[in-house]
Structure formats: structure tokens, C-alpha cells
């Protein structure tokens, strides 16, 4: 799941180190601004410290996106003794695409529009004027952009037999109407017309609200990762 996260979210910058992927997006979202560990680097003291320094000239914090395919195996464990916090336990979850599914009302374009861009924003931003980053990040790989009267927006990637949602926002004085649900079936509609036969997305543990919403429509649970932030306070 990892490889199909990181190509859907797609970083900018990569350089890799070894099977380590250093990503770098201007400090834009924790997933294109971490350390993606796909494979061993062999002595692990040696990347550990080209890591840390490529994102300290950066002016990052060094960060590891972790799952159960992260490498070497303990790195998880290695981190948390070097001092690392673990962060943002996510859910990755799945779901075949059986439909039917109905449009109902929902727009969908191949490119995200101004409306599109401030809505997900007014709801997800988290990192002051950076919006362009984040839709350089968003049209780095084909996508569809849905959208619901103007009040609930979602991205689908479609990723061979997989389609990835992403960017699920509804604006606050529009929840609890079923905006959402509409988008997301629009969005699971739209991947089976691309050839997608199964869908998935990833949702931070303590959403309860969308876990719920997904389950409804669904999706069952498929493993997970978190971030191992390193905790400058100890160095």
C-alpha cells in the first residue's frame, strides 16, 4: 500500500539513498515530506544520518513514514529508541468496486478548479500560503476532481487495477447531509469506468466520523502506517 500511496501523493523532490526515499515538497503535507523506507540501506547509522541532514538543510524535521513493510525490519523500534514520536497512526482501507454507482449530481474534471483548490484547502490546509505546493503535489499524476455544488470536493487516482481517494473535504456548514457519501460513490463510479476494480484510501485512526462513512460504503480495513517524527528536544 505504501508504493500506491506515495505514487498517488507524489513529492516533487526524491532522491533516493539506497532503497531509502527521501521526499522534500517544502514542508507541504508530512507523506511528500518524509522518509519513505522501501528497502534495507545496508548500514542503517550511515542513512539514518544522511537523512537527518538532508532534511535539517532543509529546515525540516527528519520524518519516517512507516508500515509493516518498512526496512530494515525493527526500523520502527530503532526510531523510537533514537527518539523519534511516533504520529498520525493512519488506516489504510479497501474496497472492490461491485456498483452500481450513481453520479447524482456530482461534477467531475480532469484538473482541479479555483473552487475545487480553495474548498479542500479551507478544510485540509495546514501550512499558511503554500497552496501552490499542494496542487503541484495533487496534479503531479493523473486525477479526477469531484465536486458537489460547491460545499464537498474528493480526488480519484487511478493506479492500474487500483483507484486511490484522496482529499475527501466537506465545508463544515455542509456535514452531516450525505455530501460526502455522494462524492465518494461519484469518485468509486468514475474508477470503474477508468478499468479499476478495487479502490482504497488512507484516514488518520482518530477520524471516526469518515471511518464510519467509509465502512458504510464498504471499505474494511487493510493494515496502515505512522510517522516516526524526531523529537529535537532529545536530539
Known amino acids: 500500500m505504501g508504493e500506491l500511496v506515495a505514487g498517488a501523493w507524489p ?19 508530512k ?4 522518509v519513505l523506507p522501501m528497502d534495507d540501506p545496508g548500514d542503517v547509522d550511515v542513512a539514518l544520518e544522511r537523512a537527518e541532514r538532508f532534511y535539517t538543510e532543509l529546515g525540516l524535521p527528519t520524518v519516517f513514514s512507516v508500515d509493516a513493510q518498512a526496512r530494515p525490519e525493527g526500523l520502527d523500534g530503532l526510531l523510537e529508541a533514537r527518539g523519534y514520536e511516533l504520529v498520525d497512526p493512519t488506516m489504510a482501507m479497501e474496497t472492490d468496486l ?3 454507482y450513481e453520479r447524482d449530481g456530482v461534477e467531475i ?14 478544510v485540509d490546509g495546514r501550512y499558511d500560503h503554500q ?14 476532481y469531484a465536486s458537489l455544488d460547491g460545499v464537498a470536493v474528493g480526488r480519484g487516482v487511478p493506479q492500474g487495477e487500483w483507484l486511490g481517494v484522496y482529499a475527501m ?7 452531516r447531509r450525505g455530501l460526502g457519501r455522494r462524492v465518494l460513490r461519484a ?13 482504497y484510501l488512507v484516514v488518520v485512526e ?3 466520523p469518515a471511518r464510519a462513512l467509509y465502512e458504510a460504503e464498504g471499505f474494511a480495513p487493510a493494515g496502515g502506517y505512522h510517522y516516526r517524527v524526531k523529537n529535537v528536544t532529545t536530539g
Open 131 to 144: 497552496l501552490p505546493m499542494a496542487e503541484k503535489i495533487l496534479t503531479g499524476v493523473p486525477a479526477a
Open 187 to 199: 469518485l468509486l463510479g468514475w474508477g470503474r469506468e477508468q478499468g479499476c476494480e478495487r479502490a
Open 109 to 122: 474534471a480532469l484538473a482541479p478548479s479555483g473552487e475545487w483548490l480553495d474548498l479542500w484547502w479551507s
Open 31 to 34: 507523506r511528500a515530506n518524509s
Open 98 to 100: 461491485t456498483g452500481p
Open 11 to 29: 513529492a516533487p523532490s526524491t532522491q533516493d539513498i539506497g532503497g531509502w526515499l527521501l521526499r522534500h515538497a517544502g514542508g507541504v503535507t
Open 169 to 175: 473535504a466537506v465545508a463544515p456548514e455542509a456535514r
Open 206 to 208: 482518530r477520524n471516526a
